[in-house]
């Protein structure tokens, strides 16, 4: 049995509560504000905040639609899977950085970003976890915690954010330092594989 056509206005409530995240994230993107409130993001999208209100029933609904579309946005890299593909990472999830650089950094505004790590980072942290156990199973948990912390932390927004705008360092440069400090982290681990290697190498040149 086919699924019946939406109606007219399950349209138009769908259209409105995309319009209003759309505004905000646009509010956000082009002029930074310390704290998105629901009143600009009404002004922005041309609705009162009655309306906004309709569709979300709390500011804190309203935030984490916004996150998640966010998110979805983004389109971040799948998960690496092993060692190669995580020393790939850095060139994968910071190209996407780069190519939404406006996004990426109204990504971390501090209302938006704890809502965004939960759909994102904690997953990509999950994968990391597994993959690390899975390449040092004879380290100990806190080697193999501290090692996962590590390699997150170069994997982020955040990390990247700081090398390109505070330390002025061209989008390449950002890959090259996570790689190596990635690499660096695994061989912490006793971790032997030729990406490692070749990561390292590249600190000689």
């Known amino acids: 049995m086919s699924t019946p056509p939406a109606s007219l206005a399950a349209r138009h409530s769908d259209f409105?509560?995309?319009?209003i995240v759309d505004a905000a994230i646009t509010l956000l993107a082009e002029a930074p504000v310390r704290e998105l409130s629901i009143r600009s993001a009404a002004k922005q999208a041309g609705v009162s905040e009655r309306t906004v209100f309709r569709y979300f029933q709390t500011r804190e609904d309203f935030l984490d639609a916004v996150a998640t579309e966010m998110a979805a946005r983004l389109k971040v890299p799948v998960d690496p899977a092993d060692v190669g593909e995580l020393l790939d990472y850095p060139r994968a999830i910071f190209s996407r950085f780069e190519e939404t650089a406006a996004l990426t950094r109204a990504a971390l505004h501090s209302e938006l970003y704890d809502r965004m790590r939960r759909v994102d980072t904690e997953k990509r942290a999950g994968a990391i976890r597994v993959l690390v156990d899975r390449v040092a199973p004879g380290r100990s948990e806190a080697a193999r915690e501290i090692a996962s912390a590590q390699i997150r932390y170069y994997l982020i927004a955040t990390t990247w954010h700081y090398y390109r705008f505070y330390f002025g360092f061209d989008q390449e440069t950002c890959i090259r330092a996570a790689r190596q400090a990635i690499a660096q982290a695994l061989r912490g681990?006793?971790?032997?594989?030729?990406?490692?290697?070749?990561?390292l190498a590249e600190q000689a040149r």
Do not use: K, M, S
């Open 16 to 19: 409105t509560q995309r319009l």
């Open 189 to 199: 681990l006793g971790v032997e594989d030729a990406a490692i290697d070749a990561a």
